[in-house]
């Protein structure tokens, strides 16, 4: 018997209720962040973590008719708004040639987790094996001059992603602090910008990562979906996978979403 994935899961509920008008009745009166990669693909690379330009455009469109558009640390900052943050993790090129003309047009901030070692697409072949693409991807990551006209924007924000993005649950204390300290301090000295942001390389953090990202930045955010609560850890911030059809997205910002979530967390701690 074939199970059916979470992503299908939610793209089923999320046209089902839409088409019901649940989603509605079932109004998202809590915070969140979403979590997106590339947008539009990346050449030469069939990269799944993908949101084509149209979907993204729709999303964004969708969300900020329903919810107010913050930048991150203004989520920590209680509010009688419902209010979402954009965040892009890795720096993909595809991010700034074709997800921030739609973002400036509804005026929407993000903030971008940046390696500083695979900025220009260097050190290829462990950029590669990071994020499993083939040989013939090229054009990968935002090119240094992207990365300074981001910094320069006053509608997005770079924040740290490690150094090369690393596994930190299967690094030694050494490495960690190279990864997290270094990563920071080599985009602070190549773009004489501040970083306060980090976002944990495939949502993996031990107590350690989480302690000395906290003595090094203001805000982190992770990989484990869910909304925010009224007093977020501000170092392990939930966020809410973009890669999907805005339907079922919007479903889960809602409260019906957060009670599925919460039914499904049940069984799978039952299996």
């Known amino acids: ?14 046209s089902t209720t839409e088409l019901a008008g649940l989603t509605r009745r079932f109004a998202g009166r809590r915070d969140f962040v979403l979590l997106f990669h590339s947008i539009g693909g990346i050449r030469g690379a069939n990269y799944k973590p993908n949101v084509t330009v149209e979907q993204f455009d729709e999303i964004v469109g969708t969300l900020s008719e329903r919810y107010q558009a913050v930048d991150l640390p203004e989520l920590l900052v209680p509010s009688q708004d419902t209010r979402f943050a954009v965040t892009f993790d890795d720096g993909f090129r595809s991010v700034y040639t074709s997800a921030f003309r739609i973002l400036r047009a509804y005026e929407v901030p993000a903030t971008v987790y940046i390696c500083p070692e695979f900025i220009g697409d260097q050190n290829c072949e462990l950029l590669r094996s990071r994020h499993g693409l083939r ?3 090229t054009d990968v990551m935002m090119t240094e001059e992207q990365v300074q006209q981001t910094v320069e924007s006053e509608l997005f924000t770079v924040g740290n992603h490690t150094a090369t993005h690393a596994d930190l649950a299967d690094v030694d204390a050494e490495r960690l602090i190279q990864e ?5 301090q080599q985009l602070e000295s190549d773009f004489d910008t501040e970083i306060e942001r980090f976002s944990y390389p495939y949502g993996s953090m031990t107590e350690e990562a989480v302690d000395i990202v906290s003595q090094h930045h203001s805000i982190a955010v992770c990989s484990r979906r869910g909304l925010l609560t009224a007093s977020p850890n501000r170092f392990r911030i939930p966020r809410l996978d973009g890669n999907r059809q805005a339907s079922s997205l919007y479903l889960e910002t809602t409260d019906y979403g957060e009670i599925v979530r919460s039914i499904g967390r049940r069984l799978l701690n039952r299996l």
């Open 1 to 14: 018997m074939n199970r059916l994935h979470p992503s299908d899961a939610w793209r089923w509920l999320g």
């Open 135 to 137: 040989e013939s991807a």
């Open 180 to 184: 997290i300290v270094g990563g920071k």
